[in-house]
């Protein structure tokens, strides 16, 4: 009898073969330079304070009490994470900010290596995706809750691949799909792509069992309190936060378009670009179905400036991707470039459908799929190296340079950051 692929995603590797030997100082490595990085990151947050601002003030508020029980419209699992900090740290309320900044950003990178050391078999090529994650400034980034977010993604990914136990994977599932309103998709996604990928019909129960029943402990205080409303009340908007989320980034993409003297700022003065654009709209429901033309528009200049953002982001390592499609094409098993894992990662990605419908990709809004994009990329080098065939070896030599010159700039980048930190206003990045 054949493997299932729940057993092959057992073995935890995405290359072939068995797991190379390690040493002890091998074994060593990924984690003390992880440790290290983090310590550095993090002293660079406390020596530099800032004001926490926007959605950031809102969740440094989270407590267990009402009327800021954590709640699903407003990121659940970021406002447990702070509640129970707040609840249970030691440290003084003046630095909560910073204090959540570290932890978020310890909890991010900790979960992405946890990752990346169970799909890429060598730790040097971890050693690279730590590199490359650090360098990116993303654990910096001043909203925490992508973060958490990210983490999360991260860690149910892992538990999935290392075959932990289904309540595990279940918790890690739950968490996720609250961690930000969008995310559900995402968690919900990855549960139907586990459940088809199991090993047996009990263990498909058992994880869609201990998902729903996580789910359901979780969410149980805010519902007995507030009811059907604990799912849907944000700010007092009667079409809910994916509504008041369109309506400002509609405003945004259209604010540097105007031409008559300085336009309303469209983050706290949305109304005035909105209502001339979709007229009596009071829902998402409203705008797709009465004003789907313009709403189409809306599309088209989400799409541009997503391209754009990830195309910041990524800059040379993007140019890697071409190489590796050439190779996996020349490849004669084509077919099986992409591994059982990698598959599991891309799952993930349709998560990035509500940020080109709802909103725009927003620079922080990838955090949380650099480290999936980074596993993808190096586990692709991963398997070249091991082909050794010529046409292996240029793709290999080329997607290798793409990567060194992102890491390059990407360098230069933080080193700009490390410099300026002491004046640094929240953002190191184009949002």
Same mark, same amino acid.
């Given at each position: 009898?054949? &493997?299932?692929?729940?057993?092959?995603?057992?073995?935890? #590797?995405? =290359?072939?073969?068995? &797991?190379?030997?390690?040493?002890?100082?091998?074994?060593?490595?990924?984690?003390?330079?992880?440790?290290?990085?983090?310590? /550095? =990151?993090?002293?660079?947050?406390?020596?530099?304070?800032?004001?926490?601002?926007?959605?950031?003030?809102?969740?440094?508020?989270?407590?267990?009490?009402?009327?800021?029980?954590?709640?699903?419209?407003?990121? *659940?699992?970021?406002?447990?994470?702070?509640?129970?900090?707040?609840?249970?740290?030691?440290?003084?309320?003046?630095?909560?900010?910073?204090?959540?900044?570290?932890?978020? /950003?310890?909890?991010?990178?900790?979960?992405?290596?946890?990752? &990346?050391?169970?799909?890429?078999?060598?730790?040097?090529?971890? $050693?690279?995706?730590?590199?490359?994650?650090?360098?990116?400034?993303?654990?910096?980034?001043?909203?925490?809750?992508?973060?958490?977010?990210?983490?999360?993604?991260?860690?149910?990914?892992?538990?999935?691949?290392?075959?932990?136990?289904?309540? /595990?994977?279940?918790?890690?599932?739950?968490?996720?799909?609250? @961690?930000?309103?969008?995310?559900?998709?995402?968690?919900?996604?990855?549960? =139907?792509?586990?459940?088809?990928?199991?090993?047996?019909?009990?263990?498909?129960?058992?994880?869609? @069992?201990?998902?729903?029943?996580?789910?359901?402990?979780?969410?149980?205080?805010?519902?007995?309190?507030?009811?059907? @409303? #604990? *799912?849907?009340?944000?700010?007092?908007?009667?079409?809910?936060?994916?509504?008041?989320?369109?309506?400002?980034?509609?405003?945004?993409? $259209?604010?540097?378009?105007?031409?008559?003297?300085?336009?309303?700022?469209?983050?706290?003065?949305?109304?005035?670009?909105?209502?001339?654009? *979709?007229?009596?709209?009071?829902?998402?429901?409203?705008?797709?179905?009465?004003?789907?033309?313009?709403?189409?528009?809306?599309?088209?200049?989400?799409?541009?400036?997503?391209?754009?953002?990830?195309?910041?982001?990524?800059?040379?390592?993007?140019?890697?991707?071409?190489?590796?499609?050439?190779?996996?094409?020349?490849?004669?098993?084509?077919?099986?470039? /992409?591994?059982?894992?990698?598959?599991?990662?891309?799952?993930?990605?349709?998560?990035? &459908?509500?940020?080109?419908?709802?909103?725009?990709?927003? $620079?922080?809004?990838?955090?949380?799929?650099?480290?999936?994009?980074?596993?993808?990329?190096?586990?692709?080098?991963?398997?070249?190296?091991?082909?050794?065939?010529?046409?292996?070896?240029?793709?290999?030599?080329?997607?290798?340079?793409?990567?060194?010159?992102?890491?390059?700039?990407?360098?230069?980048?933080?080193?700009?950051?490390?410099?300026?930190?002491?004046?640094?206003?929240?953002?190191?990045?184009?949002?």
């Amino acid at each position: 009898m054949s &493997a299932s692929p729940r057993a092959a995603a057992a073995a935890g #590797y995405a =290359a072939s073969g068995e &797991a190379p030997v390690r040493t002890t100082a091998e074994r060593a490595l990924v984690p003390a330079l992880l440790l290290l990085l983090v310590l /550095l =990151a993090g002293a660079l947050v406390v020596a530099n304070p800032t004001e926490a601002i926007w959605d950031q003030q809102a969740l440094l508020a989270s407590r267990f009490e009402r009327p800021i029980y954590p709640s699903p419209a407003r990121g *659940f699992t970021s406002q447990l994470i702070v509640a129970t900090w707040h609840a249970l740290s030691p440290f003084s309320e003046a630095g909560l900010n910073e204090q959540v900044k570290v932890l978020a /950003l310890a909890l991010y990178a900790g979960a992405a290596t946890l990752l &990346a050391s169970a799909l890429l078999a060598r730790p040097g090529i971890v $050693v690279a995706f730590l590199a490359l994650l650090f360098t990116s400034q993303y654990p910096l980034l001043w909203l925490s809750s992508e973060l958490f977010t990210g983490a999360f993604l991260c860690l149910a990914l892992w538990a999935w691949v290392t075959a932990r136990p289904p309540w /595990l994977t279940g918790l890690l599932l739950a968490l996720l799909g609250l @961690a930000k309103p969008d995310v559900i998709l995402v968690s919900a996604a990855l549960l =139907a792509w586990f459940v088809w990928q199991r090993s047996s019909r009990e263990e498909g129960i058992a994880l869609v @069992a201990s998902t729903g029943g996580f789910l359901a402990l979780l969410l149980a205080p805010g519902v007995l309190v507030d009811g059907v @409303a #604990y *799912f849907s009340t944000y700010n007092g908007e009667p079409g809910g936060r994916s509504f008041a989320s369109f309506r400002q980034h509609y405003a945004a993409l $259209v604010a540097p378009l105007q031409v008559l003297g300085r336009p309303p700022n469209p983050w706290t003065e949305s109304a005035v670009y909105f209502d001339r654009a *979709f007229p009596g709209a009071a829902t998402m429901g409203d705008v797709v179905t009465h004003h789907f033309p313009r709403y189409l528009e809306f599309v088209a200049l989400s799409c541009v400036r997503g391209v754009l953002r990830a195309g910041w982001v990524l800059n040379y390592a993007a140019l890697a991707i071409p190489f590796l499609l050439v190779a996996a094409w020349r490849s004669e098993a084509a077919g099986r470039f /992409l591994t059982n894992h990698d598959r599991t990662l891309l799952v993930a990605f349709v998560g990035v &459908a509500p940020f080109v419908l709802l909103s725009f990709p927003h $620079v922080r809004y990838l955090a949380r799929y650099y480290p999936l994009f980074l596993v993808l990329v190096l586990g692709a080098l991963q398997r070249l190296h091991e082909r050794g065939d010529p046409a292996a070896r240029s793709a290999l030599g080329l997607a290798v340079l793409c990567l060194a010159l992102s890491l390059l700039e990407n360098t230069g980048r933080l080193a700009k950051t490390v410099v300026a930190a002491p004046e640094l206003q929240q953002f190191w990045f184009p949002d």
